[in-house]
């Protein structure tokens, strides 16, 4: 229970999850996603931050996993500090604790199982994609499927019997992040966030970045 209270402590308004995702998203500053200036405004009205440049405006979850939300900063952080403290968290508990409708809360699940799948950017353990068995040492193909048992029998004794294929590779993803990041709820935290604010532009940001650097 000392981890919630260091949640607590991290994360007591919507400014200081702001500024935690703006360091998350932003490590070495804020850069334009249109033309990778570095110099921005902060327009305090609606919390979006101005290129100088291009004058594109973003927002800090714009592109990200919680791209276009209307729910608290806070929410997502309470979602994600659930799942990250190992306990098991349905969209049903999640309604009723922020009191919010089931259809948004199992929505913000879902993101919230994706960001588990970033956050895992590992391929040595995509045990999932079947094809790629054959070509594997007898070794690994028998802990891949080990795995794979290991991973059936959580969804089964979570989720019942009776899951989609859609909702299945989700419950996957949870099993594996839960399995790789039991052992630390604030590590697993800031991994979860990590993997929820990392954008589709993060790598070209960053490419922008160098080029812009070696031509000057
Ligand atoms: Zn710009």
Redesign the pocket.
């Known amino acids: 229970m000392a981890s919630i209270r260091r949640f607590m402590a991290l994360f007591p308004d919507e400014q200081s999850c702001r500024d935690y995702l703006f360091a998350a998203r932003w490590p070495r500053g804020f850069i334009?996603?249109?033309?990778?200036?570095m110099r921005y405004c902060l327009i305090r009205t609606r919390n979006v931050y101005e290129?100088a440049?291009?004058?594109?405006q973003t927002s800090i979850t714009s592109n990200t996993l919680m791209h276009r939300t209307k729910l608290p900063l806070r929410y997502w952080m309470v979602a994600l500090y659930w799942v990250a403290s190992g306990q098991r968290c349905s969209a049903r508990k999640l309604a009723q604790t922020l009191r919010i409708q089931q259809r948004t809360a199992d929505r913000l699940l879902r993101k919230v199982r994706l960001a588990m799948h970033k956050s895992e950017g590992t391929p040595m353990l995509d045990f999932w994609v079947r094809e790629k068995r054959s070509t594997q040492q007898p070794i690994v193909r028998r802990a891949m499927l080990m795995m794979y048992r290991k991973a059936r029998s959580f969804i089964r004794k979570y989720y019942g019997k009776r899951v989609s294929n859609w909702n299945r590779l989700y419950y996957y993803y949870e099993y594996r992040f839960r399995n790789n990041n039991g052992h630390n709820p604030i590590d697993a935290l800031s991994k979860l966030i990590l993997g929820a604010c990392t954008t589709i532009y993060t790598l070209n940001e960053y490419g922008m970045l160098r080029e812009r650097k070696s031509a000057s």
Do not use: F, I, P
């Open positions: 334009c996603t249109k033309c990778g200036e290129c440049n291009c004058k594109t």
